[in-house]
């Protein structure tokens, strides 16, 4: 037994501090809030038929298209407002999402959202009553105050 502990007191002793258990995923790659990115926001479905789409680019510039009527809106984002879209899109980004399947209700509104940052690509969809991250539910609210309305 005496052997035992020295030889696992010996390990401990060498191993880094801070250093993860064994089988403890790796850490997501730091992206810094500077980094290029580029989002692309699907919002579809409900009983009316919505069918939008958001481009919105870390220079501050934003189109909105409502396929179903036919309208689009161009222009750039305020610098605060710019500011607090590019630390949710990173937060989400570097955190990682889980949804549910699928489901078959016709009713939902959909949203997909892609998000691109340093050229490397990420996509993500959900339905309306999902549960989401504190993340994508705040990023998601930001993007629906750009949702053409009537």
Request: with cysteine; aromatic share 8%.
């Amino acid at each position: 037994m005496r052997n035992y502990l020295g030889f696992w007191l010996l390990i401990l002793w060498q191993a880094p501090a801070g250093a993860a258990p064994l089988g403890a995923d790796s850490p997501l790659p730091e992206e810094s809030c500077e980094a290029p990115w580029s989002l692309e926001y699907h919002i579809s479905g409900g009983f009316l038929g919505m069918r939008q789409v958001i481009r919105i680019t870390d220079d501050a510039r934003m189109s909105v298209i409502d396929e179903r009527r036919g309208r689009e809106k161009t222009g750039l984002l305020s610098p605060p407002d710019i500011e607090a879209l590019s630390r949710q899109v990173h937060a989400v980004y570097l955190t990682p999402q889980t949804f549910p399947a699928e489901s078959a209700c016709r009713d939902c509104i959909n949203h997909e959202l892609k998000l691109t940052v340093s050229g490397k690509v990420r996509n993500y969809h959900q339905q309306s009553g999902d549960a989401l991250s504190s993340d994508m539910t705040v990023l998601l609210q930001q993007l629906s105050q750009y949702v053409l309305r009537d």
